[in-house]
């Protein structure tokens, strides 16, 4: 499968053989040249000595000497004679020259080969894990088609294909999470539209209801008549709440509200949110306090800083029993400037503290008409600003959220 479907290895192992059958022809040639400088030296030497001994015999015919170097006996002739002057066959390279020509090219030819096979062999065996890996990577990716996002890292060693099995393995991450998202996107979606719908349909439907009153009951008492309409304005005001803080949300996620920067008088602006809120304190007997420092300003967007506020001290009075009082605490220092809204209230339990801030999340305590996504708004809003809110509850004593935007 490697070979017939890996073309880039074929044509690395085509190179590799062209390459060592150069070198080998190249090597072969290179013996067979030095070779034959060798027999020249030897065939120099011979003439040489040929030269010698016809000038010590010069009567000796030259074409004898030529006849006995070319007899086919000349290698049976006893070689005892030289032996007795020291002179052996093996001193003498002249005698064995061509068995060691053929010894070499030989030897060297094996070795040429042998050392082709395995090179040969080991790029196959790195050539054969690498596709294995490679196919596991496949594999893999395969997998994350499917949804499947379990990697095995144990085998995990120092190589090009780790380092890309390593940033596949942040890829997979990255993509488990969006996934996770996804999915938890969805199904926070999907409750919403579901809380959503039942939080418009049921003042509706009692709006409706109230309105087949009205209109079958022409003789209805006045009393009663100013109740139904008092409660159709009530569910109604509800509703275009609802719409309105929906609206205010949903422009935030599309990142279409641009927060201002500008100066805010702390002071002046509580005072607002106490107006504002000066009908509902007075109706439960709740009185507003501020305590802390005056005269601290800070930067931000108060408009909608405001509404933050206005919120939790709504949020405050709703919670408190009648005559008791709500605290804005104002606090400011180098690094933030901190407003804590606290009141006196049954408080939060530590469980529902960490949802208190979902959207469309409601506490046990919460009024029947409550939609539950007061407090995430005023979450989304400090945080654009550069700031946190948090939450601190004591069952039965008292209820602190405190918003610290930070100084940049």
Partial sequence: MMWGTNKSFQK?????VIVMVIITAAWNFSIQQTMQEMSDGYY????????NVKKQYPDFEEERWIEILNKNELEKIDGHMLERYGIFPQDMPILS?????????IVSNFLLIFLCIGILLLIWLYQRRRDKKIGELTSYIRKIEQGIYALEMEDNKEDELSGLKNELYKVTIMLKKAAEQSSSGKKALADSVSDISHQLKTPLTSCLVLLDNLSESEHMEEATRRKFLSEITRQ???VNWLVVTLLKLSRMDAGVIEFEKNIIYVDSMLEEVFENLALMAEWKQIQLNKQ?????VMYGDKHWIKEAITNLVKNAIEHSPMDRQVIVHVDDNTVYTAISVID????????????????????STAKEDSVGIGLALCKEIVERQNGYITVSSEEDKKTTFLIKFLKS
């Avoid at 120099?44 to 030269?51: D, F, G, K, Q, W």
């Fill in 97 to 105: 020259q061509g068995r060691y020509q053929k010894e070499i090219l």
């Fill in 344 to 363: 006196f209230g049954k408080g939060i339990s530590p469980k529902e503290q960490k949802h208190i801030f979902e959207r469309f999340y409601r506490s």
């Fill in 12 to 16: 690395c192992i085509i190179m590799i």
């Fill in 292 to 296: 802390g420092m005056s005269n601290v």
């Fill in 44 to 51: 120099n030497v011979i003439a040489v000595l040929l030269e």
């Fill in 236 to 238: 109604i005001t509800n």
